[in-house]
């Protein structure tokens, strides 16, 4: 059973940090792309940013600049550090890993953490 378990959320006051944390347990052959998601009330879930297994990496134009995902090195975990929060960046963050598992590969999610910025 593959779980992801993400952390770090929280309550920041607008020009603020925070850094997420999502960790993949469980038994799998190999993890590719991984990434963070995020959904505010009333609009739809949308990819924040995405590292590849070879350290590539995407961000939605919103946060470029301000948000690095990370990768470490046993490639199970990603971070994503958020400085110069806005109010707009409140949502409830999600932790995506796509995992193989001879044959099937497939999307898996955490559980989700809240990010409240104040202005």
């Known amino acids: 059973q593959v779980q992801l378990v993400e952390s770090g959320g929280g309550l920041v006051q607008a020009g603020g940090s925070l850094r997420l944390s999502c960790t993949v347990s469980?038994?799998?052959?190999?993890?590719?792309?991984m990434g963070w998601y995020r959904q505010a009330p009333g609009n739809q879930r949308e990819l924040v940013a995405s590292?590849?297994?070879?350290?590539?990496?995407n961000y939605v134009d919103s946060v470029k600049g301000r948000f690095t995902i990370s990768r470490d090195n046993a490639k199970t975990a990603i971070y994503l550090q958020m400085n110069s929060l806005k109010a707009e960046d409140t949502a409830v963050y999600y932790c995506?890993?796509?995992?193989?598992?001879?044959?099937?590969?497939?999307?898996?999610w955490g559980q989700g953490t809240q990010v409240t910025v104040s202005s």
């Open positions: 469980g038994t799998f052959f190999s993890i590719n792309d």
């Open positions: 995506n890993a796509r995992i193989r598992t001879p044959p099937i590969i497939r999307d898996y």
């Open positions: 590292i590849t297994n070879d350290g590539r990496t």
